[in-house]
Each structure stands twice: as structure tokens, then as C-alpha cells.
């Protein structure tokens, strides 16, 4: 055998095996990847029109509080997740509305419409927002966030659009 | 290129040596019998990477342990294989660890110096029991609940202790949360710790020892 160019019996279990071995890791490996990043591939939820009450109820300048949740299948349970904003009225247009998203944009706390301060305040880390949600005091790096696609519903409802993620 | 970073490493971690006596040491003539325990190893290798992937969804409790195995079998992709490989490779490996253990008595490769090779071999067998027992439960199916009620009431016929046995591997008397939960630990942490130490002095015994040869007319 030695000294001849063919492939020793050795040599050709080691080349075997690897291949082998080879295919089984890539027949593993790959699927066990996907398994892993698969959560990260799925689409998030819907995005959706909510309704946030009637224009009718909504007075001039003062703040109308509201609030939703939105439900979603996360594996094996459903997550429901708590928005919530005010909107501010400034004329008799429904389309003259100022939608504010009542997260803080330092981080994510909710906040609270004051009336005697005449801002929004922070209850976290003493965030002060004015009634068109620019800062005023405190550590927010910008104004409040803003629902900017809004309509009044056949129902007399003010609907905002809500995007998921 | 590459053999001189090969022989880099060759010169500080000795791969060459780690090769010629893992690998290329001798054996006896070859049978295929005596194959039968690097399968084990290799589908313990197999289970516990399964396993690390399966608990990546899976919860231990009761509220979610059903569902979170039928999401693994459904919702995720590849999921079905993942857990397919799992069940099949746990049955495939109780039936080759106990062919390999039958294997040895057969030949009777248990004799010196090799006697503790074997006992350890048998706590192997034992740890193999414990996990296919302790796995049994996981998917809090029916079949999972009543076999585990089964099973945790025979150990609960030994004389004297048995109650205090049924109580100890049920966390309590009945079969709860608490059982689920303890199951789970053995099965993922407790009996692996122990299988992965005893595989490690079992084949530090094969190497040392070598193995068998099968025994002739004359043995």
C-alpha cells in the first residue's frame, strides 16, 4: 500500500467521516438557526385606525385624556400593551387638533395633564411639557410625540392611526 | 498559511498529541459492537444540543408548558425538527446505551482493570433512566401527567420511605407546579451535571485501559 497514490483505507475514513460529519452540522445547523431567529422574522402586530372618543366631547384648549390598549400573540401568550395621549382641540375644524402621545420621550413614562402648572408633568424624573408638548423643564431631549394621522370618523369619532412597532 | 497557524497552535495546546491519543490510539480488530458507545456519546452530544434549543421556548409551568410545546411545534420554524430529534434521539439513546452496557457483559469487558469503566457505566445507564423519566413530564400532556403520577407512585411502594421518596420527587403529594418545576431542573441541569462528570472519568478509563478484546475460545 505505501508508496502508491491511492487513497489509503485510513484516509479514506477520515475524508468520510468529515464529509459526513459535514453534512449532519449543515443539516443542523442551518434549521437550528432559523429556529433561533425565527421570533425576530415574524411580522409585529397590525397597524390600526383606533377611535379616542367624540370630537363633541373634546373642549377648546383643554386637554381630553385618553387611553387604549392593544393586544398582541407573542408565542404561547398574548402581551397586551397600555398607549394613552391627550388631544387638544383648537378650533371647530376637526382637523385642527393637536394629538399628544402622553409617553415621555426621556423614558417612556406616562404623563399627567396639570392644570394648576399648566403643562404635562412627568411623575418619573420631574419632566415638564407645555400644552403644545415642548419641553419646558427637565431631562427630555424633544417635544412630545405627536399622532399626525388623524380623521373624524361618520360617527362623529376621532380616530388616529396607530402604527405597530 | 494555515500550518503555520496550525502549528502555532500544535506547539501550545499539544493537538497533535491530543490526536494521536484520543483518536489514533490502538484498538482490538473492529467490530461494530464496539461502536456502540461513541454513538451514546454522540447522542448525548445530540440531546443536550437539542435540549439547549428547546428551552429556548419552553416554559416549565403550568399555565404555559403545553402551550409552549405546541407553539415549538407549530409557531417556530423548524421547531418540529428541533423537537422531533429530541424524542426520537432520548428512545434511540436509552435503547444504545443499554445494547452497549449488554455489550459489555456479553464480552465480559467489565473484568480488571476495567471493573470501575463498568460501574461507572451503570450509573450512566441509571442517569440515562433519569433523564428519559424526567423528560417524560415536560410537555404537560396527558400522557405526561399519568405516567409521572405512575411512575412517582411506585417509588412510593418502598417499605418505610416510600412515602417520604413519593414526596421528594413530587415536591409535595400530589403532582403540582413544584413537580413540574423540580423535573425540569433535573432534567436540564442536576442529571446532565451528573452524566456529563461520569462521561468524562468513563472516557478517561476507556483511553487509560483501552479497550477490550473480545474473548477467544482459549479466554
Known amino acids: 500500500?505505501?508508496?502508491?497514490?491511492?487513497?489509503?483505507?485510513?484516509?479514506?475514513?477520515?475524508?468520510?467521516?468529515?464529509?459526513?460529519?459535514?453534512?449532519?452540522?449543515?443539516?443542523?445547523?442551518?434549521?437550528?438557526?432559523?429556529?433561533?431567529?425565527?421570533?425576530?422574522?415574524?411580522?409585529?402586530?397590525?397597524?390600526?385606525?383606533?377611535?379616542?372618543?367624540?370630537?363633541?366631547?373634546?373642549?377648546?384648549?383643554?386637554?381630553?385624556?385618553?387611553?387604549?390598549?392593544?393586544?398582541?400573540?407573542?408565542?404561547?401568550?398574548?402581551?397586551?400593551?397600555?398607549?394613552?395621549?391627550?388631544?387638544?382641540?383648537?378650533?371647530?375644524?376637526p382637523k385642527d387638533l393637536l394629538i399628544l402621545n402622553s409617553r415621555c420621550t426621556h423614558l417612556s413614562c406616562n404623563v399627567n395633564w396639570h392644570e394648576e402648572s399648566d403643562a404635562f408633568l412627568c411623575p418619573c424624573h420631574d419632566a415638564k411639557f407645555s400644552r403644545d408638548g415642548n419641553v419646558l423643564d427637565g431631562p427630555p431631549p424633544r417635544p412630545l410625540d405627536v399622532y399626525e394621522e388623524f380623521r373624524l370618523s361618520e360617527d362623529g369619532n376621532i380616530e388616529i392611526f396607530f402604527k405597530a412597532g | 498559511m494555515w500550518k503555520t497557524v496550525y502549528e502555532w497552535l500544535d506547539e501550545r495546546l499539544g493537538l497533535n498529541d491530543l490526536y494521536t491519543?484520543?483518536?489514533?490510539?490502538?484498538?482490538?480488530k473492529g467490530n461494530w459492537w464496539n461502536t456502540l458507545g461513541s454513538a451514546s456519546l454522540f447522542l448525548f452530544v445530540l440531546q443536550g444540543l437539542t435540549g439547549i434549543f428547546l428551552t429556548v421556548y419552553y416554559t416549565p409551568s403550568p399555565d404555559h408548558a403545553y402551550d409552549s410545546v405546541q407553539y415549538i411545534m407549530e409557531g417556530v420554524a423548524f421547531g418540529w425538527l428541533i423537537r422531533g430529534i429530541h424524542h426520537w434521539g432520548a428512545t434511540l439513546m436509552v435503547i444504545v446505551v443499554f445494547i452497549h452496557l449488554l455489550r459489555v457483559?456479553?464480552?465480559?469487558?467489565?473484568?480488571?482493570?476495567?471493573?470501575?469503566?463498568?460501574?461507572?457505566?451503570?450509573?450512566?445507564?441509571?442517569?440515562?433512566?433519569?433523564?428519559?423519566?424526567?423528560?417524560?413530564?415536560?410537555?404537560?400532556?396527558?400522557?405526561?401527567?399519568?405516567?409521572?403520577?405512575?411512575?412517582?407512585?411506585?417509588?412510593?411502594?418502598?417499605?418505610?420511605?416510600?412515602?417520604?421518596?413519593?414526596?421528594?420527587?413530587?415536591?409535595?403529594?400530589?403532582?403540582?407546579?413544584?413537580?413540574?418545576?423540580?423535573?425540569?431542573?433535573?432534567?436540564?441541569?442536576?442529571?446532565?451535571a451528573v452524566l456529563a462528570g461520569l462521561i468524562g472519568i468513563h472516557l478517561y478509563l476507556i483511553i487509560k485501559h483501552g479497550e477490550s478484546h473480545f474473548p477467544t475460545k482459549e479466554d
Not at chain 2, 450509573?123 to 400522557?143: D, E, I, R, V
Open chain 2, 21 to 28: 491519543n484520543l483518536l489514533d490510539r490502538p484498538e482490538p
Open chain 1, 1 to 93: 500500500m505505501s508508496g502508491s497514490n491511492e487513497l489509503s483505507r485510513r484516509d479514506f475514513i477520515k475524508v468520510t467521516t468529515g464529509i459526513v460529519g459535514g453534512l449532519i452540522g449543515v443539516a443542523l445547523g442551518l434549521p437550528s438557526v432559523s429556529y433561533l431567529i425565527d421570533p425576530a422574522l415574524q411580522e409585529g402586530g397590525k397597524d390600526a385606525w383606533i377611535s379616542i372618543g367624540k370630537f363633541e366631547d373634546m373642549q377648546l384648549e383643554k386637554p381630553y385624556p385618553f387611553s387604549f390598549t392593544r393586544v398582541q400573540v407573542n408565542g404561547w401568550e398574548r402581551t397586551s400593551s397600555s398607549f394613552g395621549g391627550y388631544a387638544i382641540r383648537k378650533s371647530d375644524d
Open chain 2, 105 to 192: 457483559f456479553i464480552t465480559a469487558s467489565f473484568k480488571f482493570p476495567r471493573e470501575l469503566t463498568w460501574l461507572i457505566g451503570i450509573g450512566l445507564f441509571l442517569a440515562t433512566l433519569g433523564m428519559g423519566f424526567t423528560g417524560y413530564l415536560l410537555p404537560w400532556n396527558q400522557k405526561a401527567y399519568w405516567a409521572t403520577t405512575v411512575g412517582t407512585q411506585i417509588a412510593g411502594s418502598v417499605p418505610f420511605i416510600g412515602e417520604f421518596i413519593l414526596k421528594a420527587l413530587r415536591g409535595g403529594p400530589d403532582l403540582s407546579a413544584l413537580t413540574l418545576q423540580r423535573f425540569f431542573s433535573a432534567h436540564i441541569w442536576i442529571i446532565p
